[in-house]
């Protein structure tokens, strides 16, 4: 097989997964039509991008009112698309910065509204499955240059195909006692991120 644009021929496997959780190791998929047949049970046999749904203004409904959701799988790695995606502080932020050759940025033409939540599956490599991370919200947003701020490391996936998704660990409503309590990262002032214990 010669890459992700080779998959006509897979066949599409069955919804398994019911909750994703960034804490286990095995929260991880072959290729990116796995994470939205396991997962999500879209049913697809062949997805050659990187966010799903990808049509302008599409997205999933959220178990709270405004949290709209759509399914994101960047690369960690050199690839043909014209931005290039990072990880920081161990996944607390993703910052997505464009390539030299490109110029427009998605955010100025409102290819997708920025209040909607992103789980997010990341390729680290070539040889590398993708993993689950955790759920993402906007944060600071430049020209060609973009931050995302995780908000969750553990999600309920609700229906077949799935229509909805609750937060099992939402940081938005945390208090920092309960942010330490959890193992989430934290901010620590002018400091910035404080790293705590990872949760068991």
């Known amino acids: 097989m010669k890459g992700e644009l080779a998959l006509g021929k897979l066949a599409v496997l069955p919804k398994r997964w019911d ?20 997962a999500f049970g879209v049913g697809r046999s062949m997805f050659p991008k990187a966010c799903y749904p990808d049509r302008k203004g599409d997205s999933f409904s959220g178990n709270k009112p405004g949290d709209r959701f759509i399914i994101w799988m960047p690369k960690l790695y050199s690839n043909s ?8 502080m161990g996944g607390v932020e993703i910052h997505e910065d464009a390539e030299e050759s490109r110029h427009e940025d998605w955010t100025d033409i409102g290819k997708h509204e920025l209040s909607v939540l992103r789980l997010v599956f990341v390729k680290p490599d070539p040889k590398s499955p993708y993993r689950f991370i955790g759920v993402y919200k906007t944060g600071k947003m430049k020209h060609l240059h973009h931050t995302y701020e995780r908000i969750a490391t553990k999600v309920r996936l609700i229906g ?23 193992g989430s990262p934290v901010r620590d002032g002018a400091r910035g991120w404080r790293r705590l214990r990872t949760r068991r």
């Open 19 to 38: 909750v994703l959780d960034a804490n286990d190791e095995a929260c991880k998929f072959r290729i990116n039509i796995d994470v939205l047949n396991e």
């Open 81 to 88: 698309s014209e931005w290039k995606n990072s990880l920081y």
């Open 160 to 182: 077949n195909p799935v229509h909805s998704i609750e937060l099992l660990d939402d940081f938005r409503s945390y208090s920092l006692q309960q942010l330490e309590k959890s």
